[in-house]
């Protein structure tokens, strides 16, 4: 009874003053005018302050220390959005206790890293990015979304939407890869697999385009380092994801841990009020990732965290995550006049909105469904979901002489490689609501196979006794029992599988590293295995790319299967046995090196880009390494095969203000059916800023039966061919422009067209 009281209280709140009931109250903007004019200031405030979970909220309150203050915060409507509590019974009473407890009763936003999946894992957001299937992707969010809303929860801090350009940056394996034009149409599509078309719908989940910005640009890949890039590659590369994102309706955004031009992004005004409320017109609110308020202190910007307060709110981060500035020092610092007041309000009306958006003032409990949470949750449609997006997930890397798909009986075949009987690493990072073991292993997926003699043999250990599950990861260099065995099944085999790679937790957020290849002993594995018996197809476990030039120059079967969720072993299993055709195409470069990183397809020419003399020193170039990537972006094979012929632009001109089109020819000149990820790039060149060797403006997928032979056609205009330019404007410049178009970023086929206009 008290909260429905307390409910109604505040409709009664929300129903006040007779000039907004003539206006209408179905607007929100005026719902959210009628509550902002009932708050005392520290309550604005409230609303500006996250906490994490800190108590079992169905046990006893706390009665010392943070976790007391926090629980007294609550009850007295300080708190605006918590994160880190999940599960119908505890999201409930946290929600009672802000709705009954609090003057104003305004519902809490409950927030967690819903990152590639809640219970139910996708493969991680870099794997689904190689499938370039925008669907398949959003289906993935929705079935993240729904069921993470049966567990009370309403907010992701996702879609990672960071170009990542280095592979020794642990969190690329929580974006969509290096470049802009595809990572902002996967943004697109995560955005709107979370939010759905509804946002009020107890099925879907407010989104959080992170991190703003630049932090994929972190100098030596080395997790929260700073930052620094000029203006073009902002523009051009950095922030197209992020306008996508606040383009497709992204009901939030988080700032980012770094600096960048000696400011750090939670105290940024170009960024976050210039740029993202000014230039985009957003009206969703920007929280702070965790701590990384108070962290300005030790970036050397503010001289405490009341400073830190004050230029953040300044700056525009609405929103504090476990930093404690806000709810500690802003209501003073707007009294002192170091703040305006209007900052405070302006937050806060964003904050307010999402809430309305979400429904949470009509139902404070929308999210709090028992029953839903034990029937949605793990469902068999949700499994099928999953294993669809794993299956388009995976990359053929290499496949010389046919040795895949393997014959699915007959045959002795050795299963090689601890991982290959993980049921935890397939999961991945950033997995925080998965039960541990959940996944199908490799092992499993293959036994589901039973016309071939397989036999498993685990070699060496990956990882040894110290592990500590989720912090510390400690790589076996010294323990080679298992190798022998391994070898010695091999032998006496007619093809080995080796599943190599890393652990679920050697990559993510914190997990930087200097060396790109195999960790531990697993190279001295593949080497000797390979020297027993030639036939080896090698399966990739990991979340990143890797160097792995030897295995590239000797194993004739490669495949890429990423850390690929709770059905990853089906998955892999049915590619490795031809059930699924390999369709993936890689958004991210391979690199011969860690010495090459970063390393990207639509890098700039140099002034010296090429040999001039066969025994010329002087241009840009390795003395020991070639140039070009181990696999380029956008490379993929298939169990058939693909021809590209014919392209043809419509004319020769375009002139502003129209368009032409691209069309090329694709056929399938293999023995059976397949998906081909047909890909267009331009190059513009020249500019007023100089422009990349080539740049994806468009792709479509196509499916092809043998013999099959389709025309793709791609339109081009002067959007398609904008940029931003010396002016500081977005605008495509006349010029000559290239078209190129084929199977990945090192295509042949090329047309050339002009732009007419005014030169510059």
């Known amino acids: 009874m008290k909260i429905l009281i307390k409910i109604l209280a505040v409709g009664c709140l929300l129903l006040s003053g007779s000039a907004l009931i003539a206006q209408g109250m179905d607007d929100i903007s005026q719902k959210v005018e009628a509550l902002l004019s009932k708050m005392t200031l520290e309550e604005k405030v409230g609303q500006m302050n996250q906490y994490n979970g800190f ?22 409507g300080l708190v605006g959005s918590m994160l880190n509590v999940r599960g119908v019974e505890q999201v409930r009473e946290v929600q009672r206790i802000a709705v009954e407890e609090a003057r104003l009763g305004i519902p809490l936003i409950i927030g967690f890293d819903v990152i590639h999946g809640y219970k139910t894992i996708s493969p991680i957001p870099l794997a689904e990015a190689a499938s370039w299937d925008l669907q398949a992707i959003r289906r993935s969010a929705e079935i993240a979304a729904a069921e993470a809303s049966a567990a009370g929860i309403n907010w992701t801090f996702a879609p990672m939407v960071d170009i990542g350009r280095d592979a020794r940056w642990g969190r690329v394996m929580e974006g969509g890869g290096e470049d802009p034009f595809l990572g902002s149409r996967i943004a697109d599509a995560r ?154 309000d302006d937050a806060v009306r964003r904050i307010l909105r999402v809430k309305f958006e979400l429904g949470l003032f009509d139902d404070p409990y929308r999210y709090c469904d028992a ?33 895949l798909p393997l014959p699915k009986d007959g045959k002795r075949i050795a299963l090689i490689g601890e991982l290959a009987a993980e049921k935890n690493s397939p999961l991945g990072s950033w997995r925080l609501a998965a039960d541990d073991n959940s996944a199908v292993s490799v092992l499993e997926g293959m036994q589901a196979y039973g016309g071939n003699d397989l036999v498993y043999e685990k070699g060496v250990k990956v990882i040894d006794g110290r592990q500590h599950f989720v912090f510390e990861t400690h790589i076996n260099t010294t323990d080679t029992a298992g190798m022998a065995a391994a070898v010695a099944a091999a032998k006496s085999a007619d093809i080995a599988v080796l599943v190599l790679g890393e652990p679920g937790f050697l990559s993510g957020e914190g997990r930087s590293r200097t060396d790109l290849g195999l960790p531990g002993l697993q190279q001295q594995l593949l080497e000797a295995v390979f020297a027993a018996n030639p036939n080896v197809v090698l399966v990739l476990n990991n979340g990143r790319p890797l160097a792995l030039p030897w295995a590239a120059d000797h194993i004739p079967a490669i495949l890429e299967g ?28 391979f690199p011969r090196s860690v010495g090459q990183v970063p390393i ?24 020991d390494e070639r140039n070009s990537p181990l696999f380029p ?42 998906r081909e990820v047909v890909q267009l790039y331009i190059h513009d060149h020249y500019a007023s800023v100089a422009r990349p060797v080539k740049e994806l403006k468009g792709f479509e997928l196509v499916y092809l039966e043998p013999g099959e032979k389709k025309t793709i056609t791609f339109k081009l205009d002067e959007a ?19 078209v190129m178009a084929g199977g990945s970023s090192e295509t042949s086929l090329s047309a050339t067209f002009e732009l007419t206009g005014p030169k510059r």
């Open 55 to 76: 108590w079992d909220a169905t046990g006893p309150a706390p009665e010392e220390g943070l976790a007391a203050l926090k629980y007294e915060h609550l009850r007295k």
């Open 191 to 344: 955005v709107k697999g979370f939010q759905g078309e509804d946002l009020s719908s107890p099925a879907t989940i407010a989104a959080c385009a992170k991190h703003f910005a630049g932090y994929g640009f972190a100098e030596a890949g080395r997790d929260y380092n700073t930052v620094d890039f000029g203006t073009s590659t902002l523009r051009n590369v950095v922030l197209p994801p992020f306008k996508a994102a606040a383009d497709a309706g992204a009901a939030t955004f988080m700032n980012a841990f770094n600096i960048l031009n000696g400011i750090p992004a939670t105290g940024d005004a170009f960024l976050q009020r210039d740029i993202l409320k000014g230039e985009w017109g957003y009206t969703g609110f920007v929280v702070s990732d965790w701590g990384s308020l108070k962290e300005m202190v030790s970036h050397g910007y503010a001289e405490d965290v009341a400073h830190a307060a004050e230029l953040a709110a300044n700056a525009g981060s609405d929103m504090d995550m476990e930093s404690y500035g806000y709810v500690s020092h802003l209501a003073g610092l707007v009294r002192e006049g170091k703040v305006e007041e209007a900052h405070v």
């Open 371 to 403: 029953e839903r949470e034990a029937t949605v949750i793990g469902s068999e449609e949700h499994l099928e979901g999953v294993l669809d997006m794993a299956r388009k997930s995976i990359v053929l890397l290499k496949n010389e002489g046919g040795l």
């Open 562 to 589: 990423w850390q690929l969720g709770t059905q990853a072993g089906h998955a892999i299993a049915q590619a490795l046995y031809g059930d699924h055709n390999p369709s993936g195409k890689l958004p991210m470069t």
């Open 600 to 623: 990207y397809y639509n890098h700039m020419r140099t002034g010296r880009p090429e040999m001039p003399t066969p025994d010329e020193v002087f241009w840009s170039h390795y003395i």
């Open 633 to 674: 972006f956008g490379h993929g094979l298939s169990y058939t095969t693909f021809e590209y012929s014919g392209l043809k632009l419509s004319s020769g001109q375009l002139k502003p203000g129209g368009y032409l089109t691209a069309t090329v020819e694709v056929s399938n000149t293999g023995g059976v059916a397949g």
């Open 720 to 738: 398609l061919l904008s940029f931003y330019t010396a002016r500081g404007v977005w605008a495509a410049e006349p010029g000559t422009f290239t």
